[in-house]
């Protein structure tokens, strides 16, 4: 039986299309008018707003979203709390125990502004896209260096300089490697391409001035990974001292042409320390 207080209260899809509809100074109506679809009325998304419509079907979320301009996981994600966990539980693989920001990041939806109006994005999608490429980096350099101290492996590239071979470092990620993409020049680039991923991350934290405006005070357990990438850097920077930590740009291996560098300068040990030196 349903309490008088749930009665009451709008859940949370309906709260959020009525604060982007009201964000667009748009009236139920107009916001219906904007829906070419039947099923699509003003006292339908009144009942959904006031919480009488509790249960809404995929197609009217999508459709909802498309009148409004913006994303269906817009609706559906609470994104006021970004670096909070998803509040849901018995999620699959993908999706358990991230973040907010991390979780629309991996989406693709970085942007929750409704089309057409001016682009705002939120620091927080923009620091664990940094960090998510930082984690992915760092697990590509565990991936070769594991297959470089594999004999089994060498040896299969060896009887075969053209095989392509798949690794899996989780069941959503993975990484193909050739007998090419061992070589000592090849790691070398990739540990290029962490220390400049570390250093574009650090470059979106509140303390070195996000480009985006202030950020949510980032919690513990996201700056544990943060930490985890640093003592990371900082090993690569012992095992490779010829790695670039101050330029503004650099060659970037995987695109063939300069690359900027956001974050600022690191020393050995990957702690910033200053903005990026003119890299001429």
């Known amino acids: ?95 358990a125990g991230i973040s907010v920001a991390e979780y629309v990041t991996l989406s693709n939806l970085d942007d929750v502004t409704p089309r057409g109006f001016a682009r705002l994005p939120h620091p927080a999608w923009a620091l664990m896209r940094a960090l998510v490429e930082a984690e992915t980096t760092l697990d590509h350099i565990a991936v070769m260096e594991s297959a470089r101290n594999d004999p089994d ?40 391409d962490l220390v400049t991923a570390y250093r574009n991350l650090l470059g979106r934290l509140p303390e070195w001035g996000t480009q985006f405006g202030s950020s949510p005070s980032i919690p513990r357990w996201i700056q544990n990974r943060i930490d985890t990438i640093r003592r990371e850097v900082a090993s690569v920077l012992r095992q490779d001292p010829s790695i670039e930590t101050k330029a503004t740009e650099y060659l970037s291996p995987s695109f063939g042409e300069m690359e900027r560098v956001y974050g600022p300068a690191i020393d050995d040990a990957g702690k910033p320390y200053g903005p990026p030196a003119d890299s001429d």
Not at 21 to 37: F, G
Not at 177 to 191: F, M, N
Request: no cysteine; aromatic share 6%; glycine share 6%.
């Open 1 to 95: 039986m349903t309490s008088s207080t749930e009665a009451k209260e709008p859940p949370a899809i309906g709260r959020r299309v009525a604060g982007y509809r009201k964000m667009q100074a748009l009236t139920a109506a107009q916001l219906a008018e904007a829906i070419p679809n039947e099923a699509i009325t003003r006292s339908l998304i009144a009942n959904i707003e006031s919480g009488r419509k509790r249960d809404l079907t995929s197609s009217e979320v999508v459709l909802i979203a498309s009148g409004l301009r913006i994303s269906p996981l817009a609706l559906l994600i609470d994104t006021d709390d970004p670096y909070g966990k998803l509040p849901y539980e018995g999620m699959g693989i993908w999706g």
């Open 153 to 192: 492996i060498q040896a299969e590239f060896k009887a075969d300089p053209e095989k392509h071979q798949m690794f899996w470092t989780s069941p959503l990620v993975s990484f193909g490697l050739t007998a090419d993409s061992l070589t000592e020049e090849t790691l070398h680039d990739r540990r290029q």
